[in-house]
């Protein structure tokens, strides 16, 4: 990704004057003619007298004056003022290549930041979004398997059907978000030695619970900084004994999982 940019001036909220307008009033002390310089620039001679009269009522005072005519003829030439407002802007887009140039140089690093906001403002019902990249696509004839890396070193398994797979264009190295339901994730607190069916096994520690009049909300702090969110009934909740601080594993099924790039 690249960046560019362009920079005018504005007095009051009002436009002063870009590169169109600047070029103008240059080409105007190069040939010495509004209709010449309009010519150069590719403007009507209507067109840049209203662009060097909405000019001068910006500047607050004339940034051109004709010459009397003579054996040459007459002509316009800039005052003072204008000859100092078109180096000035020179000066000024300069500087701001300069800038876009260096702001450019870490594009990379400007266009992870962006996926990270995006993917914070998304909204979405699922308390779980994960973001990741995937790491394998097992084609099948009518679904399809996709792994997904989280932060971590985890990973979370989806089943999509192949149409969804095709569209979404998932493939190794593809930035992927995964949304789960916390109502789909199943809580262990003694996973060892334990065997399911279900794909997706998230091992980390509890670091909230929230018991309510029927359910709790329990959250697992996983390895690399993620979270993920399970609502169980609070009878379970009781018998399990759930406490901050306790090694618990996060359990659900790859078909609970909505994958989205």
Do not use: C
Not at 170 to 186: D, E, F, Q, T, Y
């Amino acid at each position: 990704m690249a960046l560019q940019g362009s920079v005018w001036m504005t007095i009051g909220g009002q436009k002063l004057g870009g590169r169109e307008r600047m070029d103008l009033l240059a080409a105007i002390a190069e040939h010495g003619s509004i209709t010449a310089a309009a010519k150069a620039v590719g403007l009507s001679y209507k067109g840049a007298w209203d662009a060097i009269e909405a000019m001068n009522n910006l500047a607050g005072e004339p940034l051109l004056e004709r010459l009397a005519g003579g054996k040459g003829g007459g002509g316009t030439r800039l005052t003072p003022r204008g000859l100092q407002l078109v180096e000035n802007f020179a000066k000024i887009e300069a500087a701001h290549r300069r800038f876009v140039a260096a702001l450019s140089g870490q594009s990379q690093a400007l266009a992870d930041d962006l996926l990270v906001i995006r993917n914070l403002t998304m909204k979405t019902s699922a308390r779980n979004q994960f973001s990741g990249t995937v790491v394998a696509v097992t084609r099948g004839a009518v679904n399809d398997e996709v792994a997904l890396a989280i932060a971590g070193g985890q990973q979370i398994i989806a089943t999509i059907t192949r149409d969804s797979s095709d569209s979404l264009a998932l493939a190794p190295g593809v930035s992927a978000w995964a949304l789960i339901k916390a109502s789909s994730i199943i809580v262990l607190t003694e996973a060892e030695g334990a065997r399911f069916s279900a794909r997706n096994q998230l091992v980390g520690t509890i670091s909230r619970v929230q018991e309510g009049a029927v359910n709790t909300e329990v959250s697992i702090a996983l390895a690399g900084g993620a979270t993920v969110a399970a609502i169980v009934t609070r009878e379970s909740g009781k018998a399990l004994e759930l406490a901050v601080g306790m090694p618990a594993t996060a359990i659900f099924k790859a078909s609970a999982v909505i994958l989205g790039t």
